[in-house]
C-alpha cells in the first residue's frame, strides 16, 4: 500500500534498489562518483507487499528515501536531484548542445540496451515476434544457428 508520509527523520539517504537493476546501477553510479553517503537497501520487487511500494506507487527500482523520508522515484528524477543537491562534480556539460547529446546518449542506452539486459533477465527475446516459433529477431536471428 502506497504511503506517501515521510519517515522520520535520519542522518542517510536510502536508495532501494534490486541487484541486478540497471536503472538502479545508473543511480548508484552518480552516488560513487559524487561519493555521496547513502544506505542502499536490496529488495525484491517481486512481491505485492515489496516494501518499495510503500513509497513509490509504481512499485519500481530505484526508490531514494532522502534524510527527511521523502520519497523520489524514477531513476532520471532521482540523478537530476543528487545532481542539483551536490553539484560537485557536476553530471552535466555546461554547453547546451552537448547537454542536449549527453542527455541523447542516455536515451539510446536506455533504449538500445536496457532491453537487452531484459532478455537476459527473462532468457526471452524481448524483440522477438511472438508468433515466430524459430525466435528470430533483428538482434539474434542468424547468428544463433
Ligand atoms: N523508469 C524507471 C524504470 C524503473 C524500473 O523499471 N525498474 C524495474 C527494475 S529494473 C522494476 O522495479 N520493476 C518492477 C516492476 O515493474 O514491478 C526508472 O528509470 O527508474
Redesign the pocket.
Known amino acids: 500500500m502506497y504511503n506517501p508520509r515521510p519517515l522520520p527523520p535520519s542522518h542517510f539517504m536510502k536508495l532501494l534498489v534490486?541487484l541486478l537493476?540497471?536503472?538502479g546501477r545508473k543511480v548508484r553510479i552518480v552516488l560513487a562518483e559524487k561519493r555521496i553517503d547513502c544506505e542502499l537497501e536490496l529488495v525484491d520487487?517481486a512481491p505485492a507487499d515489496s516494501p518499495v511500494v510503500a513509497y513509490n506507487p509504481l512499485?519500481?527500482?530505484?526508490t531514494l528515501l532522502l534524510d527527511d523520508g521523502t520519497p523520489l522515484?524514477?531513476?532520471?528524477v532521482i540523478m537530476e536531484y543528487l545532481d542539483e543537491r551536490f553539484p560537485h562534480p557536476p553530471l552535466m556539460p555546461v554547453d547546451p548542445v552537448t547537454r542536449a547529446q549527453f542527455r541523447l546518449a542516455l536515451y539510446r542506452i536506455e533504449h538500445d540496451w536496457y532491453s537487452l539486459a531484459a532478455e537476459i533477465g527473462t532468457g526471452e527475446d524481448a524483440q522477438a515476434d511472438p508468433g515466430d516459433d524459430a525466435g528470430t529477431s533483428a538482434a539474434g536471428g542468424d547468428e544463433r544457428t
Open positions: 534490486s537493476s540497471p536503472y520487487v512499485g519500481k527500482v530505484p522515484y524514477d531513476s532520471r
